[in-house]
T-cell receptor, first 110, second 112 residues
């Protein structure tokens, strides 16, 4: 069964304290892995898409990496405005559907 | 501005009532999706449509119905058969050149 698991469920950081979020997946064939950011009461905002193991993408304080079994979202020197829920999703080959993890709730305290 | 518009932002349903959630996009995307989000759960796919006049059931289609008469529009009806409709509903669309799903701002449905 295709599955996406995110950890931890919640993470509290001090401003400037770097850390990583994990997204592990088991799928029959990976077409792409997606990271989204979701603020309370709003729709998910697209961050990155990764297609093959070894690929990396960066945007400001965020960096996403991909292996054959998992993806990491590294947050360097986070700021309070980085507080949000981060969602990971995978697209399985031969489908146009995404399978989502349950998300990591990140809180960055000043 | 190009984007996806969901309306209303908040919706209340009475017992036995059908309600319809609107989703409109001006991104010229072919594919559109409806998801349901509950606390502590990932987004779950209700219905999706890859082309006008065609749509497929997702993982939790029971109690819901959709139509796709225009490329820009993909309304979702929550019928009285859906016994637990309280949730946050998200619409998304996806283009052909980039397989990225973009989301609207969501509709929060509650039961009176």
């Amino acid at each position: 069964e295709d599955q996406v698991t995110q950890s931890p469920e919640a993470l509290r950081l001090q401003e400037g304290e770097s850390s990583s979020l994990n997204c592990s997946y088991t799928v029959s064939g990976l077409r792409g892995l997606f990271w989204y950011r979701q603020d309370p009461g709003k729709g998910p905002e697209f961050l990155f898409t990764l297609y093959s193991a070894g690929e990396e993408k960066e945007k400001e304080r965020l960096k996403a990496t991909l292996t054959k079994k998992e993806s990491f979202l590294h947050i360097t020197a986070p700021k309070p405005e980085d507080s949000a829920t981060y969602l990971c999703a995978v697209e399985v080959e031969a489908t146009n559907k995404l399978i989502f993890g349950t998300g990591t709730l990140l809180a960055v305290q000043p | 501005d190009g984007g996806i518009t969901q309306s209303p932002k908040y919706l209340f349903r009475k017992e036995g009532q059908n309600v319809t959630l609107s989703c409109e996009q001006n991104l010229n995307h072919d594919a559109m999706y409806w998801y349901r989000q509950d606390p502590g759960q990932g987004l779950r796919l209700i219905y999706y449509s890859q082309i006008v006049n065609d749509f497929q059931k997702g993982d939790i289609a029971e109690g819901y119905s959709v139509s796709r008469e225009k490329k820009e529009s993909f309304p979702l009806t929550v019928t009285s058969a859906q016994k637990n409709p309280t949730a946050f509903y998200l619409c998304a669309s996806r283009g052909v050149t980039k397989n990225i799903q973009y989301f609207g701002a969501g509709t929060r449905l509650s039961v009176l």
